[in-house]
């Protein structure tokens, strides 16, 4: 499972656990928003006519850097920084801000320029130390075309969703590099994650959500409702009447999103609302991969197996 899939699944288990937290729901809204315009430029690039072996990278984090998509070909290293949204926009020259009027209404929001020239030096810098001089591009790229650009920016151009290919194209005929396979693989190399991480620890924090805001208990994976009711042994849905012996694994891959992979006993009985403790036991030894500690400071390293939330994530996707 990719990155900005988990990305995905982290907010859409949020969204679907809690209740008029307005934070939730925005970064949920943005998220979708964000989502659905990176896939539009998916759509387009796909059409461009660039040098083969074009290598599309996405969601990628260099140093807390957030990058939407990166466009890779011998002979071209191009950063986009994809904007999905309506009104128009001001990028301020001046005062380094970026607002949007919608409605009548003064938004000023997170820079994408700003953002965009970080990510640029970061790569730039980190192609550099493995002796590679190759430029990196940079694209803002509005996605909607409800959203007009009234002031661009100056340190990159700003252009609409059409205008993808034609730009990448005739920054490729521009260009007076021709990468090696191997200095491509730098590349490659340069963007690999160490390893994706399980859980954003700051995602919490972030939207403001406690853990006694957020509602527990085992999901059907045929309706999505929370609250399967343990009955003999398996797992009962009170909304759809479907019986899934193994509901409890998908349930502890959500923990895991959110919290991280360590658990202990007593966040099980928690977090998939039971009371059973050898019932606890037995979860445990299906599901985890190692314990530390002893006794009542024991903790468990739970299976992260993500695809089990698979057609949980492609149902959130469609509505997206
Ligand atoms: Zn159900």
Not at 24 to 39: H, L
Not at 238 to 256: F, I, P, V, W
Not at 292 to 299: D, L, Y
Request: charged share 25%; aromatic share 8%; with cysteine.
């Amino acid at each position: 499972m990719k990155t900005y899939e988990l990305s995905v699944l982290r907010i859409s288990i949020l969204n679907s656990r809690t209740e008029c937290n307005l934070k939730a729901k925005q970064s949920y809204r943005n998220v979708k928003a964000g989502f659905s315009g990176e896939e539009k430029v998916m759509k387009y690039l796909e059409e461009a006519r660039l040098t083969s072996k074009v290598e599309i990278y996405r969601n990628v984090v260099l140093d807390h850097v957030q990058i939407d998509v990166i466009v890779v070909t011998p002979k071209l290293i191009c950063i986009l920084e994809v904007k999905n949204m309506k009104g128009e926009f001001y990028f301020d020259p001046i005062t380094q801000q970026f607002y949007r009027i919608i409605d009548g209404n003064k938004e000023g929001m997170r820079n994408p320029e700003l953002q965009l020239q970080r990510a640029v030096k970061l790569l730039q810098a980190r192609l550099h130390r493995k002796e590679l001089e190759m430029p990196v591009k940079g694209l803002i790229v509005f996605a909607s075309r409800a959203g007009i650009v009234i002031k661009p920016p100056t340190l990159f151009p700003a252009i609409p969703i059409d205008a993808v290919c034609d730009s990448l194209e005739r920054m490729e005929a521009m260009s007076q590099k021709l990468m090696t396979t191997e200095e491509m693989k730098k590349v490659k190399h340069s963007l690999k994650q160490n390893s994706i991480p399980v859980h954003d620890d700051e995602l919490l924090e972030r939207l403001g959500i406690e853990r006694v805001m957020i509602l527990t208990g085992v999901r059907c994976m045929s309706c999505f409702c929370v609250g399967m009711q343990r009955i003999y042994s398996t797992w009962l849905c009170g909304s759809c009447g479907c019986r899934d012996k193994n509901a409890h694994m998908a349930t502890l891959q959500e923990y895991q999103l959110l919290f991280g992979r360590q658990i202990t006993s007593k966040d099980v009985m928690w977090w998939l609302g039971i009371e059973d403790k050898h019932l606890v036991k037995r979860v445990l030894k299906q599901m985890s991969e190692d314990s530390m500690g002893t006794n009542r400071s024991r903790h468990y390293k739970l299976k992260f197996e993500p695809w089990l939330l698979s057609h949980f994530l492609a149902t959130e996707m469609k509505k997206f």
